[in-house]
């Protein structure tokens, strides 16, 4: 003889909670979790593109500086002083190449030059950085 009949166990079992979840309920959370995981991706993707943009704007403004430094710097005469006129250069900073347009124009001073410098990112379209400038020729 048993203990305990059929009713009794039958009665005990149903007290007994099984603990954890559904399925359903699983795939719930995993979907909330994909949901949320989407935007945290796409916010880090942007942001990390956005700081590639700032990091080459950075460094074109600095190549700008130093190719305007370096005209600025030569020695005083009229075979450096520069002619109104368009040209390009190109530079190496880093481990990027930049491309150079380097406008002169007079001014109302004849001993004035300004100076426009614009960068580019590898033969991109879009300027990088634009520095204006000026050089005297004293």
Do not use: C, H
Request: avoid cysteine.
């Amino acid at each position: 003889m048993s203990l305990w009949t059929d009713t009794e166990i039958l009665l005990k079992m149903k007290r007994i909670k099984i603990k954890g979840f559904t399925l359903i309920e699983v795939m719930i959370a995993l979907f909330i979790f994909s949901i949320v995981s989407v935007a945290v991706i796409k916010n880090l993707s942007m942001a990390i593109r956005q700081s590639t943009v700032l990091k080459d704007r950075l460094e074109a403004r600095w190549v700008a500086e130093n190719y305007m430094t370096r005209m600025q710097m030569l020695p005083k005469t009229s075979e450096n002083f520069p002619s109104a006129g368009f040209s390009r250069d190109n530079s190496q900073f880093g481990d990027q190449r930049w491309e150079l347009e380097i406008e002169v124009q007079e001014t109302e001073n004849e001993s004035v030059r300004r100076i426009v410098l614009k960068v580019y990112k590898d033969l991109s379209e879009e300027d990088s950085s634009e520095l204006i400038g000026f050089i005297g020729r004293y």
